[in-house]
């Protein structure tokens, strides 16, 4: 369907969808019944409504590069809320995001992040941030992809930020690959600061090749992570 006018009904609809997932995600851990399967399930379940609720059209390149069995320190570009149903959608439940310690502070959602194995991160806090880097490395170590915004917030323009480089230190002390990945079109279905969804908007994901961590390893740390941050970057920054 073509592109609509802006709707704050479209965009109270998929908060409602967040909270009807959120809720049950409390009661369950509550009761102690919360599982992996049962927090992934309810993940797949809320990323294909956001997308269909915003009819978004979605072209997707490079699935080839995902590779079965591997699991992957994912960095994209971050243009908007709904990059993160998309992400979900496309890369499937299996996968963790690093997010900033304020949404955690948020009623209902805040809680049921932390329960669903969502990572907070505090740069301002040692004791936290070495924490968040620990339940980090144990959902690599599970087989469970870790994404990370390396923006570490939503572009206002679409344009790259600088790369905070935290996620890179943690993909080079783990070994991991990084799968870096472009998203664009998402901020026209609702802008960073923005309140206002709009439907049928195009939206294209591009997964790039998965780059090697280990290459980096025969620099010293400082060097192979100004490296690997460019590369990552330049990867991102191609298909925009």
């Known amino acids: 369907?073509?592109?609509?006018?802006?709707?704050?009904?479209?965009?109270?609809?998929?908060?409602?969808?967040?909270?009807?997932?959120?809720?049950?995600t409390l009661a369950d851990a509550t009761r102690g019944r919360l599982s992996r399967d049962v927090t992934n399930a309810r993940i797949a379940s809320w990323s294909a409504r956001v997308v269909e609720n915003a009819a978004v059209s979605l072209r997707v390149r490079g699935r080839e590069n995902v590779e079965p069995g591997v699991t992957y320190v994912v960095m994209s570009n971050h243009q908007s809320?709904?990059?993160?149903?998309?992400?979900?959608?496309?890369?499937?439940?299996?996968?963790?995001?690093v997010a900033k310690k304020e949404l955690f502070a948020l009623?209902?959602?805040?809680?049921?992040?932390?329960?669903?194995g969502f990572v907070s991160v505090d740069r301002g806090d040692t004791?936290?941030?070495?924490?968040?880097?620990?339940?980090?490395?144990?959902?690599?170590?599970?087989?469970?992809?870790?994404w990370i915004a390396p923006e570490g917030t939503r572009s206002p323009?679409?344009?790259?930020?600088?790369?905070?480089?935290?996620?890179?230190?943690?993909?080079?002390?783990?070994?991991?690959?990084?799968?870096?990945?472009?998203?664009?079109?998402?901020?026209?279905?609702?802008?960073?600061?923005?309140?206002?969804?709009?439907?049928g908007v195009d939206v294209a994901l591009t997964i790039h090749p998965a780059v090697a961590t280990s290459s980096y390893a025969g620099t010293d740390r400082k060097?192979?992570?100004?490296?690997?941050?460019?590369?990552v970057r330049t990867a991102i920054a191609s298909a925009l």
Do not use: C, W
Request: glycine content about 8%; charged content about 15%; proline content about 7%.
């Open 1 to 24: 369907m073509p592109a609509t006018g802006k709707s704050l009904l479209l965009s109270l609809r998929n908060v409602v969808e967040t909270l009807a997932v959120s809720a049950p």
């Open 81 to 97: 809320h709904y990059d993160v149903a998309i992400l979900f959608h496309v890369l499937g439940p299996n996968m963790r995001m």
């Open 107 to 116: 009623p209902v959602f805040g809680p049921a992040l932390e329960k669903a």
């Open 127 to 146: 004791a936290a941030a070495i924490a968040s880097l620990a339940q980090a490395k144990a959902h690599l170590a599970s087989g469970m992809h870790l």
């Open 157 to 199: 323009s679409g344009a790259l930020l600088p790369f905070k480089k935290g996620g890179f230190h943690l993909a080079l002390d783990v070994t991991a690959p990084i799968l870096p990945i472009t998203i664009s079109g998402t901020r026209d279905v609702l802008r960073a600061k923005g309140v206002l969804s709009r439907a």
């Open 223 to 231: 060097t192979a992570v100004e490296v690997l941050s460019r590369d």
